[in-house]
């Protein structure tokens, strides 16, 4: 058996992956207090802004580390030029296995165990994230996840890969792999991806969103939302709560989207009551407008996310000067 070969072997059986069992927790259990902090992504006020994302949620007592960034020190140095503490957090929801997103966990990792040995040492991702890249012939092979899966671990950190949505805190869901329902093809087309079923079309089946559930309603968190946030939105209102969407936050990969297709996600998004939009990262910045126009929303309720920038369920969107 070559190399290559044996590293194409599915990924459960090659990396003996973690399985996360969550439990369902009674209709009543929701999160009465949430914030949520970028603490990476393009736009920046003050720290480092780079083509990435990671956010800080804080649900209730809970802290969970959303996205890791792009380069190793960023969401660190953001961090702590924000007086934000992260050696306190054990719990990482990676979106999808996107460098962009995964690029800054064992920096973190490694430094904040130094400080606390249970630090960013729980991740969880949905089924598909350990999945080889086959790259395009004149290319080498992509092990990069590999590589990360096996340093993380050498750290004393684990995996847990979900293939349904699960609750990891009562009122706090991990939605799994996202059915396509609506065809928003919001990947590239051109990649290829080795599953247990053989190699097919690299659609990111693995992303992935967190839904925090509230009073209000649902708070969407995304990465790059790969699987469409209509699609994604609608797996949060079928699996977690059939609730108005009370913010929709992230990378939602619409900087390429036709007017036509802003504006069906705009009456989308109407439809689902959305009350709140910071589109960060790859949404793009002309679409961000383009929703708030057509889904009437106004400038106190969608804006373009930036470094810093704030949602809570007390005051809502808390913007910086260069995104209010």
């Known amino acids: 058996m070559t190399l290559l070969r044996r590293c194409l072997i599915p990924a459960i059986a090659l990396f003996g992956i973690v399985a996360a069992v969550g439990q369902i927790p009674p209709a009543h259990e ?3 207090n949430a914030r949520i902090t970028i603490l990476s992504t393009n736009l920046s006020e003050e720290g480092i802004g780079e083509w990435g994302f990671a956010a800080l949620v804080e649900a209730d007592n809970h802290k ?81 996840i590999a590589e990360l899966k096996a340093e993380y671990e050498r750290t004393g950190g684990s995996f847990l890969e979900n293939d349904k949505p699960v609750s990891l805190f009562p009122g706090v869901w991990l939605l799994g792999p996202i059915p396509r329902m609506h065809p928003e093809q919001n990947w590239s087309g051109s990649g290829k991806v080795e599953t247990p079923m053989g190699i097919v079309e690299d659609t990111i089946p693995e992303d992935t969103s967190l839904v925090l559930d509230t009073d209000r309603g649902l708070i969407v968190l995304s990465g790059c939302c790969h699987a469409g946030i209509v699609n994604t939105l609608e797996c949060a209102r079928r699996n977690v709560r059939r609730a108005p969407i009370y913010a929709a936050i992230g990378g939602f990969h619409l900087m390429r989207a036709s007017d036509a297709t802003l504006d069906w996600t705009a009456e989308k998004l109407r439809q689902f009551g959305i009350v709140n939009f910071m589109g960060a990262h790859c949404t793009g910045i002309e679409p961000v407008y383009r929703i708030r126009q057509k889904a009437g929303l106004d400038r106190k309720t969608c804006i373009v996310g930036g470094v810093g920038d704030q949602f809570s369920t007390e005051k809502g969107i808390i913007a910086g000067l260069l995104t209010h």
């Open 64 to 144: 969970i580390l959303y996205d890791t960034g792009a380069y190793p020190d960023t969401v660190l140095k953001n961090a702590r030029e924000m007086k934000i503490d992260l050696s306190d957090i054990r719990d990482v929801v990676l979106s999808h296995s996107d460098d962009d997103h995964t690029g800054g966990l064992l920096h973190l990792r490694r430094e904040l165990a130094k400080s606390n040995p249970a630090a960013l040492s729980r991740t969880y991702v949905a089924k598909g994230f350990f999945y080889v890249r086959i790259p395009p012939p004149e290319q080498k092979a992509d092990y990069r």
């Open 30 to 32: 929701r999160v009465r």
